[in-house]
């Protein structure tokens, strides 16, 4: 169990001035919120249980992020960067969108860390409005912006909702509430399954 | 308000060793539960409200169903006959099947007592693992049955994880998380930009 003291604390001058201390506090947050939100869910996970697991006051939650919301925005960052994503899903076959983007997807879905952050995302935005507005204008502003922009072409906004909906419930059924036989479905099948989906709605007809 | 005694405690006939007196109460909380979701709506329905009704301690609510989530999933059935839908999808031109089913959807979302009903559940399942066992179990046994039953074929139990992952995203994207464009989009643009995907879960290729 680590602790924080006022040695940590009378460092604060901004992001570029923080001493190591600071940073690895921070970082033992937001690792332990990020770990409970995606195993209890964002409503039953209180500030004082992520300040308890990373062995910190819980004031010193407050002080670092503010709030809760803001706590889960910080760690529900996207874990891969949206641009790579947009440049890997538009560069290359045209044909081959769809199937890279479910690759892409299914690549973050199954690495436990991706996962993690993935789940605790869609549950926060499921259970709470606030949080879910939160997202909303994360989603917009660090995915479907580039996406959209990557796009062009016709409808590129209902486009990137379509293919936030079969991501999302993608997440649902096999991560969140892991039905059979999709939860323990190889990641080829699954990729198979919806490539097609995805590539439609990324460029093809949606009349 | 009903009130729970002894004489009826003494009625029940109970599983294995409970008191015969807990179904009882268990029932009454749970029909109550079911009549004021359905009459003012999952969020605006208390934990007190439905003790009140029932006529127990609110306590009692919590040492049975743990929290209004769980309630929700134990009384919850879908808002119309998982049988009606079946049918709807299966018979007719099997061309069309995707299309029928992507109109019930949006019909029973669009009616503001079935698009409570299911996004309260979708919620609930999203923000609590239990909640999201007994959705399971619900779904699989109300809806899935039936319809891997009528639709035979290849893989049914796979197809319609994958008609519920689109379903489900489709819930969270327009009416959950209300992104846009798709929360706004008129029903037609999304029945037309949903259907074939569901077309091809239900009965083409998945390879």
Redesign the interface.
Known sequence: VRNSTDAEFSAQGGRSGRRPGESGTRAAIAASASRLFAAR????TSLRAIAADAGVDPALVTHYFGSKQRLLIEVASPPIDPKLVVAQVVEGDPDGAGERLARLVLGVLEDPEGRERITAM??A???EPEA?VL??DM??AELYGPMTAALGGDRS??RA??V???????V???Y???????AS?PVE?VV???A??LQ??LMGP??
């Open positions: 869910g964002y409503d039953r869609v549950r935005a499921a259970s879910a997202m909303r989603i917009v906004e209902f909702n379509l936030g909906s079969q991501v999302v419930g993608l649902m059924a096999r969140v509430v892991a039905i059979e036989p999709i479905a099948e198979a399954a919806i097609p989906t439609r709605y949606l009349i």
